[in-house]
C-alpha cells in the first residue's frame, strides 16, 4: 500500500479505514476488519464518538497494533468542557493514552465557528490536548467552503478532513480552492466523500445502512474516484461506512496509478449527468 506524507516524518497510507464501516459488526467481525486492513499496509485509522459502538469496536481491534498506527478521533461538541470530556472518555474506550490526530468534527455553520474559538470553546480543548502530550496533530471535518477558510485562516490546525469528489469538483468546483489554500499554507488534507454518487431519495431504500449517501459500487468508477481524490493535495482518503466497499477500495488502490487524461476527460462527461451531494459552496448531508 503506498503511503504519503502527512506532517513530519508521518506517512500514511493512501487508504484509511473509517470507524463507520466497523459500527455493529460485532467485535469479532470488527476486529477481523481492522486485522485485515492493517495486514494489507493500512496505518490510518479514524474514528468518532457519533459513530456508534465503533469507538469499543476500534480499541479492542487496535489493541496489537496501536503502536504502528495513526489513530484519529473527533468531537462534536464546540465548548471547551463538553469536548475535555468528550477527549477523556473516547481516550479511555479506545484504550489509548493519545491521539495521533484530533478533530473538530462537522464543522459547517458559522455558529459552530463562532462557538469553537470564543473564550471557552473547543479550540482550546485541542491546544490545551496537544500542549499536554494527549494529541500529536490537531485538525478539523468541514462540509463548507466559508468555514473551512475561516478555520484554516486561524493557522493554527495540521490538517482538515474534507471532501474531495470528482462530481463535486468537476460540475460545481467544490473545494478547489480549499485545496490551494492548503497547500499554501502546509495544511495537510485527509479525504472524505470520494466515493460518494448522489443523496438518498426520499423513500429509498439504503443499501448501506451506515453510508450517508449512496455510495459508488462500480469496480472501474471507485477505482477512477480513487484516482481523481488522490490526484489532488490528498495524503489519504476515507472510504465510505461500508465494509464490503472499504475492501473493494483498498484493493484497487494496492494497484494505484495516477489518474490520466483520459480518465479525466471520461469523468468529466460523466459529471454532465451527475447529481452532486452539494454545490458550490456547501455539502448537503
Given amino acids: 500500500m503506498k503511503k504519503r506524507k502527512y506532517k513530519k516524518n508521518d506517512l500514511l497510507s493512501i487508504i484509511g479505514l473509517g470507524g463507520i464501516s466497523i459500527k455493529g459488526l460485532g467485535l469479532k467481525n470488527s476486529s477481523n476488519l481492522i486485522s485485515y486492513a492493517y495486514d494489507n499496509g493500512v496505518n490510518y485509522f479514524d474514528v468518532a464518538p457519533g459513530y456508534g459502538d465503533a469507538q469499543q469496536l476500534m480499541g479492542e481491534g487496535l489493541k496489537s497494533y496501536r503502536k504502528n498506527v495513526f489513530l484519529a478521533c473527533k468531537t462534536k461538541y464546540r465548548n471547551q468542557l463538553d469536548s475535555t470530556n468528550d477527549l477523556n472518555n473516547s481516550l479511555k474506550l479506545l484504550k489509548t493514552d493519545y491521539f495521533d490526530l484530533y478533530q473538530l468534527h462537522g464543522m459547517k455553520t458559522y455558529s459552530d465557528y463562532e ?35 475561516l478555520l484554516i485562516n486561524e493557522d493554527i490546525f495540521d490538517s482538515i478532513l474534507f471532501p474531495v469528489n470528482w462530481g ?13 489554500l492548503c497547500k499554501k499554507k502546509n495544511i495537510a488534507v485527509l479525504a472524505l466523500k470520494s466515493m460518494a454518487d448522489r443523496r438518498w431519495e426520499e423513500g429509498e431504500i439504503r443499501t448501506h ?18 484516482k481523481f481524490t488522490l490526484s489532488k493535495n490528498v495524503t489519504s482518503l476515507l472510504p465510505p461506512g461500508d465494509k464490503d466497499l472499504f475492501k473493494k477500495a483498498l484493493e484497487l488502490a494496492k494497484n494505484y496509478s495516477e489518474l490520466s487524461n483520459e480518465e479525466y476527460l471520461y469523468l468529466e462527461d460523466l459529471s454532465k449527468t451527475s447529481k452532486p451531494i452539494g454545490d458550490r459552496e456547501e455539502i448537503f448531508i
Avoid: M, Q
Wanted: aromatic fraction near 8%; proline fraction near 2%; charged fraction near 25%.
Fill in 209 to 226: 445502512k451506515n453510508c450517508w449517501y449512496k455510495p459508488i459500487t462500480d469496480s472501474n468508477l471507485i477505482n477512477l474516484s480513487i
Fill in 115 to 149: 462557538n469553537v474559538v470564543s473564550k471557552d470553546g473547543a479550540l482550546k480543548t485541542l491546544i490545551e490536548a496537544k500542549e499536554k502530550g494527549k494529541v500529536r496533530y490537531i485538525g478539523f471535518s468541514c462540509h463548507s467552503i466559508e468555514v473551512a477558510k
Fill in 168 to 180: 463535486l469538483l468537476i460540475k460545481e468546483n467544490f473545494g478547489n480552492e480549499i485545496l490551494d
